[in-house]
């Protein structure tokens, strides 16, 4: 059952480091990120596994605990350190409904090598279906490392899909 009527994987990953600071990726302060980000911080997630340290979840027209509307486009940024060096990441994203986990997309991210120690984002968006209208599901972001699949961060957020108004 497709429970987001589409996906777009706008997976980008940028990275933040220190002046001078050298990766195979784009690289922006975080001040820069948090400016230009109109993104609302989520409360509400939790850990699911991962040796990577997270940092700061974000979703469009959010704050707290998300509320969704069917057929919208939310904006996700996540922010987060790798445990250890990768040639590159790649991003995963369940909806986890009634107890049982959905893959909505698993994607390598294209230029998105990382060290450790240094602060990424990984960005995407989804568009939740009308299926779900009414109901109480989990998004879930998993992010690992494309070449041997160890898990650098996978956190999990439950939200609201709301009713469509007839």
Known sequence: MNYFAKF??????IGTAAAGATSSISLSSPIALEEQSTNGVVTNITRCGGNGTPIQLRVSECEGRCSLVPGRV?????????????????????????GTPHRLFDTALPNSGVLPGQMYTVRFSVVPND??????????????????????????SEVDILPLPF
């Open 8 to 13: 777009v994987v706008i997976c980008a990953i």
């Open 74 to 98: 939310y904006n996700i940024e996540y922010d987060f350190i790798p445990s250890s060096a990768a040639p590159g990441l790649s991003l995963a994203c369940d909806l986890v409904f009634l």
């Open 131 to 156: 299926i779900l209208s009414g109901r109480t599901v989990n998004l879930r972001a998993i992010i690992y490392h494309t070449d041997n699949r160890l898990l650098e961060i996978c956190v999990e």
